[in-house]
């Protein structure tokens, strides 16, 4: 995830490597910390693969300054990390979040859509904390007022999550076939006023024959 943080926040603009740490520590520090000795190596990783460059600038006190960019490989390495996850990017909750964070950076709609439509249905599947014989234990089942309670709070917090998938999920789809609808109408504004695509094809393929009789007519002659 750390990787996915740092293509993300640079996919925007271009960061130091120090202002990138913070906003990564922002997003997801308060889980699991952001330490130079993981964040430089993923930086030297991804500018090996090409999908970052670097450049030095004068730091307020003369020191340079490491500026990183996303090349328009790493630009692309982004949306296809995004368009299609691991699968622990849908399961777990935190590296979910963390995919939500740059899923925006699609610009199509529909693939937003079927990333959330994953985790919908990994959501939907049967599954807890704890389990007896592969069977999910339920809030019924529990004795301990303490796993009761995580099990709770899990049930409060999966209804809400699923509130909100389907209502974005429902409003993406309803983009999609707006620009759907947005495409085919301009498709029809190119079209000559009262044709249709194939009476316009039809036309457009009589006069080509009728043009190629005219200069085969002077040789028949």
């Given at each position: 995830m750390l990787e996915l943080c740092i293509l993300g926040f640079l996919f925007a603009e271009p960061l130091h490597a120090y202002d990138l740490k913070a906003r990564i520590s922002g997003l997801s520090g308060h889980v699991r910390p952001?330490?130079?000795g993981a964040l430089h190596p993923a930086i030297k990783r991804l500018q090996a693969a090409g999908y970052l460059s670097r450049r030095a600038e004068p730091g307020e006190r003369g020191a340079p300054r490491q500026v990183l960019s996303l090349?328009?490989?790493?630009?692309?390495?982004?949306?296809s990390r995004l368009r299609a996850p691991a699968d622990v990017e849908i399961t777990d909750r935190h590296s979910f979040f963390i995919l939500l964070a740059f899923l925006s950076s699609l610009p199509d709609p529909a693939d937003q859509a079927r990333v959330l439509r994953r985790r919908l249905a990994f959501m939907d599947a049967p599954g807890s904390?704890?389990?007896?014989?592969?069977?999910?234990?339920?809030?019924?089942?529990?004795?301990?007022?303490?796993?009761?309670?995580?099990?709770?709070?899990?049930?409060?917090?999966?209804?809400?999550?699923?509130?909100?998938?389907e209502k974005t999920i429902a409003?993406?789809?309803?983009?999609?076939?707006?620009?759907?609808?947005?495409?085919?109408?301009?498709?029809?504004?190119?079209l000559p006023e009262g044709?249709?695509?194939?009476?316009?094809?039809e036309s457009a393929d009589g006069q080509g024959l009728a043009e190629s009789a005219g200069r085969q007519a002077p040789e028949s002659a």
């Open positions: 952001v330490s130079d090349t328009d490989a790493g630009r692309a390495e982004l949306l904390f704890f389990y007896d014989d592969g069977r999910p234990l339920r809030v019924r089942d529990m004795t301990d007022r303490f796993r009761r309670g995580m099990l709770q709070l899990a049930a409060a917090s999966s209804k809400a999550d699923r509130a909100w998938l409003e993406l789809d309803a983009e999609s076939a707006d620009r759907q609808d947005d495409a085919e109408r301009a498709d029809r504004q190119d044709a249709d695509r194939k009476d316009h094809a």
